[in-house]
């Protein structure tokens, strides 16, 4: 890992300048705006991480403070601590690498006799009843917990995170764990993969998420792309009957976190996608989780794009593509008590979609819906929800607010916005 002192920075050419049609940045209050990507702010209104003093990151660090990366144990000693810092990933980097350039495999990770071959045979239904336990189990919980060791990054308060031209992550869970003051922009982060998913009696439980914002409070992420690589769990066998998945969620928002935005980027072909708030018990969300999502591309996420317990949601100006219908159950989770308010979003759906199947219900009570196109029309997606499931008729209304936020566009034009600005390694 090599400190970068700023003059050098700007001297060789590495201050970067968005080239894509998203709003620049202005600054939070009292801070300049600055032709260094890695020294940007949050705009002031951009969202709910603008709120209550807004998202700078380590836009204050020093010049010892600042780093390139280009390998794993770099990246992760580059982000921990809570001194403000900015960290300039330069090239791919593989979680599953040793720190002299050797791959990691499943194998390597296993202890204690785990194979998958053995835990199939030991927990098959056929003579085990319900949720693995015993020392093949165990086995398989410590083999976890040697992935988790490599794959896991824990990033500290104040950070900037940035990549420098098209850079992707693989295989990393980058988590934002109970710290303040952090941004994420221009990475693709590919394929949390989890080598050891666990039996819960009737279905396989998977661990790694590409980002999780646990605890955790002003936090920005821009310009990212997040997808499942490879690795396409619609394509994974089936143990049990059941499909042996290999990832878990795709960007959750859980725990109390609280003022994130999420901005111009690209979610691509997972499942469980963006869960925020993790359980209908967990009365202490109430009054945090409140989260802004525009201008991002949500491209075949088969459900929970958001999924919403508790918090308050801003979901405007985004563009949603579902190209199949076997693989689409609903976009929009309506969990206990949230409020969630969807402005001005596009939707593309393929025969076979309706507008009705947007909508979850999940607990919830009501959404707040409006300037939604679908296909080339403006619909109301809640009153096709209500017309389908008279029975479970959400209300038009909800308690909570939008939060600060930028102009809301009219749909089309977002979404062709959008199609050509969202996403990683668009800024330069």
């Not at 390139?68 to 090239?91: F, H, M, T």
């Not at 499909?243 to 901005?263: C, E, K, M, N």
């Not at 989260?291 to 999924?307: G, K, S, W, Y």
Request: hydrophobic content about 40%; glycine content about 10%; charged content about 20%.
């Amino acid at each position: 890992m090599m400190s970068i002192p700023l003059s050098i920075v700007m001297a060789t050419g590495l201050a970067l300048t968005a080239s894509v049609p998203a709003p620049a940045p202005q600054g939070a209050e009292g801070i300049p705006v600055s032709t260094d990507l890695g020294r940007q702010v949050l705009a002031v209104g951009d969202g709910w991480a603008s709120a209550d003093g807004g998202t700078t990151g380590g836009t204050s660090a020093i010049p010892e403070d600042v780093h390139e990366v280009s390998s794993r144990d770099e990246l992760a000693a580059a982000v921990a601590g809570s001194e403000p810092k900015i960290v300039y990933v330069k090239q791919h980097i593989d979680a599953n690498t040793a720190s002299d350039g050797t791959p990691i495999a499943c194998e390597d990770y296993a202890v204690d006799g785990y194979s998958l071959d053995a835990y199939l045979a030991a927990f098959d239904p056929a003579h085990w009843t319900g949720q693995a336990s015993g020392p093949l189990e165990d086995a398989r919980k410590a083999s976890s917990a040697n992935q988790r060791k490599q794959i896991r990054i824990d990033v500290g308060a104040n950070t900037t995170i940035v990549g420098l031209g098209d850079v992707q992550l693989t295989g990393f869970t980058l988590n934002i764990d109970r710290v303040d003051n952090v941004i994420v922009r221009n990475l693709r982060l590919s394929d949390a993969y989890d080598c050891f998913p666990g039996w819960n009696g009737d279905t396989w439980k998977t661990e790694w998420d590409n980002l999780v914002v646990s605890g955790s409070t002003h936090v920005w992420l821009d310009h990212l792309t997040l997808d499942d690589g490879g690795t396409v769990d619609a394509e994974q066998p089936k143990y049990f009957g059941q499909p042996f998945l290999r990832h878990d969620g795709l960007l959750d928002v859980v725990r109390q976190a609280d003022l994130v935005t999420i901005s111009w980027s690209r979610m691509v072909g997972h499942d469980k996608s963006l869960l925020w708030g993790n359980g209908d018990g967990v009365t202490a969300d109430r009054g945090r989780l409140r989260v802004t999502l525009h201008h991002n591309e949500l491209v075949d996420l088969e459900q929970r794009a958001p999924r919403v317990r508790f918090g308050q949601a801003h979901v405007y100006n985004n563009l949603y593509r579902v190209s199949n219908p076997d693989h689409y159950q609903y976009s929009w989770g309506v969990g206990v008590e949230s409020s969630i308010i969807a402005r001005n979003n596009t939707f593309e759906l393929a025969p076979g979609i309706f507008p009705a199947q947007i909508i979850g219900d999940f607990g919830g009570t009501g959404i707040d819906e409006e300037g939604t196109w679908v296909n080339g029309r403006r619909a109301s997606v809640l009153d096709a929800y209500n017309s389908a499931n008279p029975d479970q008729a959400l209300a038009p209304e909800v308690s909570g607010t939008p939060g600060p936020h930028l102009r809301i566009e009219p749909a089309p034009a977002a979404a062709e916005r959008v199609e050509r600005g969202a996403g990683s390694g668009l800024l330069n």
